[in-house]
């Protein structure tokens, strides 16, 4: 690292060179776009919000670097160039012997599980993402989140709230036995439990148990460069290692990984499988060109993988990791400082507000998460993303009677490169109108709801 600066203000580490205008809207305009789509935020128009927190998966900006590179995409069928330059690059990166190209995550982790699980295996995760669980699950397998306890905690401080429980870890494999666990997973960052880091002395450890019952362990490593940045920061030994040196050490510990570029691989799309054995990895291309592509493609144009190429040695940049994890905390102390309850310490790519602390007057079958999530779009035209009753409540199907979720959460995810710190002054300015006014935001109802995900499409109106 270049001598460390003794100014305070972390600056964005680039320059705009290219810019999408975005449009104020009124509040009346905005109050019509709600009704319009009946306070469902997945269904505004994104010309009419202003500061777009969804998520930050595959909403980043590339650099003239990616564009440049795009120019140099190699559209061959088979053998590109362009996947020459991603393979070298993965490996050199990740240190996997095997790559191979897909659509997204998601893509990765359908091949992954069809080839080593099978019906009534057991897959342990510090915390499946959505899609991860979701893909287990398909294979008629169990998905288990083993988190330590302070990663369910929303105010506890830990360093790593990422971190595996391998009491537990050991207990389930002595329970199951390690014939039924085809594989460990650890997500780094752990994305639904806060973009949480996960230390290397807990990767390593894992590492070493698993070994004992010969267990492979992947990684879910969608935000591979903000862990490492989190323990270079953080875990101790680490301070002079290089990010890249970090990023080593961690996939050493694997036996292969899946990936979604569209987080820290700095692309709009594109994902990838690695593994260092030879006999997966073929049945996994054989499954690739049935769904995805031919494996020097696999469902991506060349230029894509052209983008991910430079954008995987970009993110490991330690100017832009700074940058990245100061918005964050930026936005997380403004938060904090107003008065907001939020998932501690700040993560690497989001922001969770508590809308049941902060909202204690709505009941949580009236959705304090989508009631806050609401009003922030009404009052700034900012868009976030309730996780909580909307998204994780279940609803028996017989006698209609509805269990919340386990938390009520307000997601501001901040895609990365796109918005300067003005931005974030803007919404903490927003969010402090929200404060103030705060007892007088209504609940919600749902008046129409589809029977699974129901959080895309359901119809709301205020109580
Ligand atoms: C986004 C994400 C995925 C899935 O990747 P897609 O590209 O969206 O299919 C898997 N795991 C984690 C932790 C993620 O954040």
Known sequence: MPDKPHF????????????????????????????????NLFKIEAQNVLIDLLTDSGTGAMSSEQWAAIMRGDESYAGSLSYQRFESTVK???????????????????????????????????T?????????????????????????????????????????????????????????????????????PVAMENIKAVRKLLNKYGIPLYFDACRFAENAFFIKLREKGYENISVPEIVKEMF????????????????????????????????????LILTEGFPTYGGLAGRDLEAIAVGLREVLDEDYLLYRISEAKYLGEGLTDIGYPIVQPPGGHAIYIDAKALLPHIPQLQYPGQALSVELYRRG??????????????VDQKTRVETPGAMELVRLALPRRVHTQSHVDYVLEVAKE????????????????????RHFMAKFEPV
């Open 8 to 39: 305070r203000t972390v600056i964005e580490p680039f320059i705009i060179k290219s810019v999408q205008p975005i449009r104020m809207t009124t509040t009346e305009e905005r109050e019509r776009f709600l009704q319009d789509a009946h306070y």
């Open 92 to 126: 050199d990166i990740f240190g996997f012997t095997h790559v191979i190209p897909t659509h997204q995550g998601r893509a990765a982790e359908r091949i992954l599980f069809t080839v080593m699980c099978k019906e009534g295996n057991v897959v342990p995760n510090n």
């Open 128 to 196: 499946h993402f959505d899609t991860t669980r979701a893909n287990v699950e398909y294979r008629g397998a169990q998905a288990i989140d083993l988190v330590i306890d302070e990663g369910r905690d929303p105010a506890s401080r830990h360093p790593f709230k990422g971190n595996m429980n391998l009491e537990k870890l050991e207990k389930l494999i002595n329970n199951v036995g390690a014939k039924k666990i085809p594989l460990c997973m650890i997500t780094i960052t752990n994305n639904s439990g806060g973009g949480q």
């Open 252 to 287: 050493s510990y694997g036996d292969g990984c899946t990936m979604s570029a569209k987080k820290d691989g700095l692309a709009n799309i594109g994902g990838f499988l690695c593994t260092n054995e030879g006999d997966l990895a073929q049945q996994e291309k054989n499954l």
């Open 381 to 394: 035209g900012i868009r976030t993303v309730e996780i909580g009753s909307v998204m994780f409540g279940k």
């Open 434 to 453: 929200v404060y103030a006014n705060r007892e007088s935001i209504p609940g919600y109802r749902i008046t129409e709801q589809p029977p699974f995900l």
